[in-house]
């Protein structure tokens, strides 16, 4: 019976390992929009940032970005990154590729060699919005991605279900979409983090708002606004096709004008002349 109990506990524990993936309870979750400046903290407890080193990991390749509070340069984010005076990391303009988890380390003691202080790992996750079409007009259909990036051990799904994650789209008035909304199509795909946007534009969506957002246990998280703008290009070509004729009949009248001229003899463009 014991031995039965032992393995029941056992399972639990296998299995709250698997839904939590392996974040640790005191780790901590950034959600971030792609574009946006942010802040990782690394509980700074020394009075300088000498001895900190900073370090990424995703897909389980780890890279070093700041050496004994000094920024590495062989890093393709070494210049969107600087360390803070509190020993935090700061990323600008952050990019889908910078998800993952990030660790800070410090080490203490007089001589900074005695003891090395992990401080809990940072996961960020980073959403990004994009669009299936690069000209955009009315009567054409557009399919918007939103992708949440993140690294968390174990499926999307499995994430979601255990941290309470939810990923949807908002229109211009609040109003959450779903799959009974005629003019889109919400749809999740399995294993992935993402919800796809379908919409056929109407005249009016000219600078029309469609929000994407992450929620956990019901707080918002972060989002990205992407404004429907129609293409300069679409513009350009249908003031082309109304204009072409206008153009060719106007050039028309005036060649026949100047054949007309042409056609007089001097005395009469001369009396003409005094006439007008």
């Given at each position: 019976?014991?031995?039965?109990?032992h393995l029941f506990l056992l399972?639990?524990?296998?299995?709250?390992?698997?839904?939590?993936?392996?974040?640790?309870?005191?780790?901590?979750?950034?959600?971030?929009?792609?574009?946006?400046?942010?802040?990782?903290?690394?509980?700074?407890?020394?009075?300088?940032?000498k001895s900190t080193t900073w370090?990424?990991?995703?897909?389980?390749?780890?890279?070093?970005?700041?050496?004994?509070?000094?920024?590495?340069?062989?890093?393709?984010?070494?210049?969107?990154?600087?360390?803070?005076?509190?020993?935090?990391?700061?990323?600008?303009?952050?990019?889908?590729?910078?998800?993952?988890?990030?660790?800070?380390?410090?080490?203490?003691?007089?001589?900074?060699?005695?003891?090395?202080?992990?401080?809990?790992?940072?996961?960020?996750?980073?959403?990004?919005?994009s669009s299936s079409q690069t000209?955009?007009?009315?009567?054409?259909?557009?399919?918007?991605?939103?992708?949440?990036?993140?690294?968390?051990?174990?499926?999307?799904?499995?994430?979601?279900?255990?941290?309470?994650?939810?990923?949807?789209?908002?229109?211009?008035?609040?109003?959450?979409?779903?799959?009974?909304?005629?003019?889109?199509?919400?749809?999740?795909?399995?294993?992935?983090?993402?919800?796809?946007?379908?919409?056929?534009?109407?005249?009016?969506?000219?600078?029309?708002?469609?929000?994407?957002?992450?929620?956990?246990?019901?707080?918002?998280?972060?989002?990205?606004?992407?404004?429907?703008?129609?293409?300069?290009?679409?513009?350009?070509?249908?003031?082309?096709?109304?204009?072409?004729?206008?153009?060719?009949?106007?050039?028309?009248?005036?060649?026949?004008?100047?054949?007309?001229?042409?056609?007089?003899?001097?005395?009469?463009?001369?009396?003409?002349?005094?006439?007008?």
């Open positions: 019976m014991a031995d039965t109990c399972g639990l524990v296998i299995l709250s390992a698997l839904l939590t993936g392996f974040s640790g309870e005191d780790d901590a979750h950034v959600f971030i929009s792609s574009g946006e400046n942010v802040r990782l903290s690394c509980n700074n407890a020394l009075h300088d940032c370090n990424y990991n995703k897909d389980s390749t780890t890279v070093e970005l700041i050496d004994d509070g000094i920024k590495k340069k062989d890093t393709e984010s070494h210049e969107r990154l600087s360390l803070g005076s509190d020993c935090s990391l700061n990323i600008n303009n952050i990019s889908k590729e910078d998800y993952g988890f990030y660790i800070c380390q410090q080490r203490t003691g007089v001589n900074k060699d005695q003891q090395l202080r992990t401080a809990p790992r940072v996961y960020l996750h980073v959403l990004h919005v000209e955009i007009s009315a009567g054409r259909s557009v399919t918007l991605f939103c992708l949440l990036y993140s690294f968390a051990g174990v499926s999307c799904d499995d994430w979601i279900r255990s941290e309470g994650i939810e990923l949807f789209w908002v229109n211009q008035a609040g109003v959450k979409l779903t799959r009974s909304d005629s003019r889109c199509q919400a749809l999740s795909s399995p294993g992935h983090c993402i919800i796809t946007l379908t919409i056929t534009l109407l005249n009016e969506d000219h600078n029309r708002e469609w929000r994407c957002e992450v929620t956990q246990r019901d707080q918002v998280k972060t989002s990205v606004t992407y404004t429907v703008k129609s293409s300069v290009i679409v513009i350009i070509v249908e003031f082309a096709v109304f204009a072409a004729p206008t153009v060719i009949l106007l050039q028309i009248i005036c060649a026949r004008r100047a054949g007309r001229k042409n056609s007089q003899h001097p005395e009469e463009i001369e009396m003409n002349t005094i006439l007008e």
